[in-house]
């Protein structure tokens, strides 16, 4: 049937600040829908607390309410706006339970306001997991022997029942939150009251664990008319016993045999269909035994998912955006593929290619963890690879990662222990799959391999190959003694320039120059949702190694690369992807061609439609280097990106690659710290004292010069990674040692570290006549939290005018002296009313978005014009709007590491952020948090 005519105005509920297993997918999955919506002339207002996101821009929706999301502001809302309609499925469990909660209250039937998209009846069955139980066996399909426990006697009698191993499931929990598995008796009464605490109804099921089963999810669309279409089929490379979230996946699912397919297929649409009356989303999780292919129901989400972006941007598939037509009376065969623009979406797409997704963990932020994985998602964010075997996908996913690897393993990061392989293998890893490698490399037997890690023979398979190749190339003096033929195979299994030299012990480039002298290139592949049957109108790339290339740089066109921030971790995160999609939109605006390279599927900027060209790529060197050959632009943007895009800079300038806005050799001054403290000190501007060492006895000998407490830190890091406050000679020999372990070609810098000064920032655009301050924030919390750790206040609220004065001037001073040409944010220290420069970083900042959100002005799209020399700052018309103070909220999440040590420090720890609005300082909300500025840790 046609649309509901009679919905003219929708409240998208969006999910908050991010947190580990609720992140950027979800602010992916509301923009979409808010754009779709948009597109049929429906009013979209949104509620969300998070200022880092684009679903929270203005360009999103007609009204956006930062506010908590809490029954109260939805009814503030549904007060001052007429809504017909509210859909909750886009912001995950968030908003679901905020939408059951506000229903629950009456709210939403006093403003004659329906839910769209989602039946609660659905949810309440999929979430309830005794009645989810029951449902399954009706319907013929098959379970895991469980009960359900509301106590702690009832969760100990079902452990008599089923016997161990075990697995608990708290109901209504998002991301594993308290559940795991329980291998021996000894350890069921902690992992029982943990499970019944951690959720809201004190429910848990009590369930067989069939560890080492194969996991597969599918991920369908199902509209009023009960059409059903299995968008994509997942498979887990990791076995049962590791949260999805945390697990490498795979599609299309490599290891079916057909008739465990067409099975899955069946029971799934079964499962769907018998879900209540609903259009949208939804996504199935199942476990096959790897022995018999039986297959068990494990649960059902009757919304977007956190997997529903993956699976979009791995076929091209908006499902978003079809979901929200669908929740407003669209029929499937009435909707277009968004893709070829003339087939209906009515249709399973097909891949001619393989996907990857590898998760991104940051277990070093969490000092004291268990890094072991398991039921409860650990994972901070994922990449996504696309290549045309499995193999090739798997390498580029490991080059996506941001973590120094080249590939899958040849880059001189083996292990060699046999030993200590084997253990990481039985005791899964964020590094498990390196390991697989290594223990493969060394000799031991597939079948050792199987039995410890549960992962399928074929994918074993698979890896061993490539140790097999490796062998080959060792046997090789030079690159010149690699033949076209063989060098093709190598390339067409993902191996990169630097694995091949690592192998071969020569310079990269040695390779590099071999490799184009035989004419061995990329080439670019469409996604194009059926494997090139129809004629695809969105440009959508992603590079392999075949003979013809589907990317014909449009010709007679000027075109700016930018370069994206690669997977999410602490201290970059959502906030960068706000940043590039403003960076892309100024870029149209000025006429050029706006090309995106990045590897992370849960953002907005890797929407297929957002950039006028999209490489789903990783933002690794020799990937880059190949799309800057083809496209020839006009320059590259790398402010827009965090540290990941700024690292790339010197790159660019060695290759003559123009780099748009700030040049290399002023980056470099304002981020290798020795330089730039020199420069503080030409421009007799205070900073902290200081030294450079390269060792440890120089770090000691500078640590009695500038005097403890002293702050350790290495240049060109982001989030303060391996940043320490030390006290004494031992602690800095350690820290020291640590940060040369892992950074063996950084220099450390000894700041003298002042002790009860307050912190503040600023952050402003230079274009090299006028700097314009977008804001000034102040910490609440002292100097030595990382600033991303910080409550802070926008305007200041207790510094002097004097202190405010002499930080603009500071600023102004060194936005000139570092030439930038765009964005500056500089971080200071204020002691008995003197100003001290701590930092400068040339780039968007982490809290760039939070002013723009906070005075309600486009900060990036100006600056992205001023970089590319299109506008100047006063061509623009700024005018800030806040009444009272705007509030950043950091929010962690320490929930899922209960062991860690939680004490903040100069390294950052938190997840996200959320935004509070309040009128004057009596505000409970800020006389709360400024008498327990720690407050957040406990929620």
């Known amino acids: 049937m046609p649309r509901d005519n009679s919905i003219k105005s929708v409240l998208i509920i969006g999910s908050g600040p991010i947190i580990i297993g609720q992140a950027c997918e979800f602010d992916y999955s509301g923009s979409q829908a808010s754009r779709s919506l948009r597109e049929e002339g429906i009013e979209v207002s949104l509620i969300n607390s998070n200022p880092a996101t684009i679903m929270t821009d203005p360009v999103t929706a007609d009204h956006i309410y930062l506010k908590p999301l809490t029954p109260e502001s939805i009814e503030e809302i549904l007060e001052e706006r007429q809504i017909d309609a509210v859909l909750p499925t886009m912001g995950g469990q968030t908003a679901l339970n905020l939408a059951i909660e506000t229903g629950k209250l009456g709210i939403w039937e006093k403003y004659g306001v329906r839910m769209i998209g989602v039946d609660l009846e659905a949810i309440e069955l999929a979430e309830n997991r005794e009645d989810f139980k029951q449902h399954v066996i009706k319907l013929g399909q098959h379970v895991a022997p469980s009960f359900i426990a509301n106590s702690f006697l009832e969760g100990k009698e079902a452990a008599q029942k089923i016997g161990y191993p075990l697995v608990i499931r708290p109901s209504y929990t998002l991301g594993g939150t308290g559940g795991g598995f329980v291998m021996h008796k000894e350890e069921f009464d902690e992992a029982l009251r943990r499970g019944l605490n951690a959720s809201p109804t004190h429910e848990v099921l009590v369930e067989k664990a069939v560890l080492g089963w194969k996991e597969f999810e599918l991920e369908l669309l199902r509209d009023s008319n009960d059409n059903v279409v ?11 016993g590791i949260h999805t979230g945390d697990s490498i996946t795979v599609a299309p699912a490599m290891t079916l045999s057909d008739t465990a397919y067409q099975q899955m297929r069946n029971d799934a649409i079964q499962l769907m269909r018998s879900m ?11 476990a096959q035994d790897p022995v018999t292919e039986k297959l068990i129901c494990i649960e059902i989400n009757p919304r977007v998912s956190r997997s529903s972006a993956l699976a979009s941007k791995a076929t091209g598939y908006p499902i978003a955006k079809i979901a929200a037509k669908l929740a407003i009376g669209y029929n499937l065969d009435e909707l ?53 075997n499995f193999l090739e996908a798997m390498q580029k996913a490991c080059q996506s990662q941001e973590n120094n690897r080249s590939g899958l393993g040849a880059d001189k990061k083996e292990w060699i222990r046999t030993e200590d392989i084997l253990t990481r293998l039985e005791r899964a890893g964020d ?28 994918f074993l398979k698979q890896i061993k190959r490539l140790v097999k190749i490796e062998e080959r190339i060792q046997r090789l003096n030079v690159p010149e003694d690699i033949s076209e033929e063989f060098l093709r195979e190598i390339k067409e299994l993902g191996y990169s320039d630097a694995q091949i030299a690592w192998l071969m012990r020569v310079g990269e480039d040695q390779v590099t120059n071999h490799r184009k002298s035989l004419n061995v290139r990329r080439t670019y592949k469409m996604v194009d949702t059926c494997a090139a049957e129809f004629e695809a109108q969105t440009p959508y790339f992603y590079s392999t190694f075949d003979k013809e290339n589907e990317s014909i740089p449009t010709p007679d066109k000027k075109k700016i690369i930018v370069l994206g921030s690669g997977p999410n971790r602490i201290g970059q995160g959502i906030e960068f992807d706000y940043c590039c999609v403003h960076g892309l939109m100024a870029i149209k605006e000025a006429g050029y061609e706006a090309i995106m390279i990045n590897c992370n599927p849960e953002t907005v900027s890797t929407d297929f439609d957002i950039a006028d060209k999209l490489y789903f790529e990783p933002v690794f060197w020799e990937h880059i280097e190949e799309i800057i ?45 020795g330089r730039f403290s020199d420069l503080l000190k030409d421009l007799n501007i205070p900073y902290p004292e200081y030294g450079v060492a390269d060792d440890a006895d120089q770090a000691i000998e500078i640590a009695a010069r500038v005097t403890y407490p002293v702050l350790v830190r290495p240049s060109y890091v982001l989030g303060g990674q391996r940043m320490k406050i030390v006290i004494n000679d031992e602690e800095l020999e350690k820290q020291v040692l640590t940060i040369f372990k892992h950074m063996p070609d950084n220099k450390v810098l000894i700041d003298q570290f002042l002790e009860r000064a307050k912190e503040a920032e600023i952050d402003a655009i230079y274009d090299g006549e006028q700097v314009h301050v977008m804001g000034i924030m102040e910490h609440i919390e002292p100097a030595g939290i990382h600033s991303g750790d910080s409550s802070a206040m926008l305007p200041t609220y207790s510094l002097s005018h004097k202190a405010i004065e002499t930080m603009v001037i500071y600023t102004e001073k060194l936005a000139k002296a570092l030439n930038i040409r765009g964005l500056i944010n500089i971080q200071f220290a204020i002691k008995d009313d003197h100003v001290y420069v701590i930092e400068a970083n040339p780039r968007a900042s982490r809290t760039t978005p939070f002013i723009a959100k906070a005075y309600q002005v486009p900060f990036l799209r100006i600056a992205t014009h001023v970089m590319m020399g299109t506008k100047k700052i006063k061509d623009f018309e700024i005018d800030k709007k806040l009444e009272g103070y705007a509030i950043k909220v950091p929010v962690f999440s320490f929930d899922k590491f209960p062991n860690v040590d939680k004490q903040l420090g100069p390294e950052m720890k938190s997840t996200g952020e959320a935004i509070r609005f309040i009128k004057d300082l009596k505000d409970p909300f800020f006389r709360e948090l400024d008498r327990n500025r720690s407050m957040y840790l406990t929620n």
Not at 280 to 286: A, I, K, R, S, W
Not at 375 to 381: C, E, P, R, Y
Not at 649 to 664: P, V, Y
Request: proline share 5%; charged share 25%; hydrophobic share 40%.
């Open 276 to 286: 209540g009356n609903f259009a949208g989303g939804c996504n199935v999780q199942f």
């Open 336 to 388: 277009k593929n968004q893709i070829t623009k003339t087939t209906s979406a009515l249709f399973e797409p097909t891949l001619d290619y393989v996907i990857v997704k590898m998760p991104r963990w940051n277990f070093e932020k969490f000092h004291g963890s268990d890094p072991v994985l398991g039921l409860q998602m650990k994972s901070v964010g994922e990449v996504m690879a696309i290549g045309r």
């Open 230 to 240: 299995i968008i994509c089929t997942v498979e887990n490379l990791d076995p049962m």
């Open 431 to 458: 590094d498990r799959i390196y390991r697989v490698k290594d223990a493969l490399r060394l000799g031991v037997p597939l079948n050792t391999v199987q039995k410890l890690t549960k992962i399928d023979p074929w």
């Open 629 to 673: 050959e083809l496209e020839q632009p006009e320059g590259v943007i790398v402010q827009l990106g965090g540290q990941t895009a700024l690292k790339l800079a010197e790159k660019f300038k060695e290759r003559g690659i123009k780099i748009i806005g700030t040049q290399f050799d002023d980056m470099d001054l304002a981020e290798d710290r």
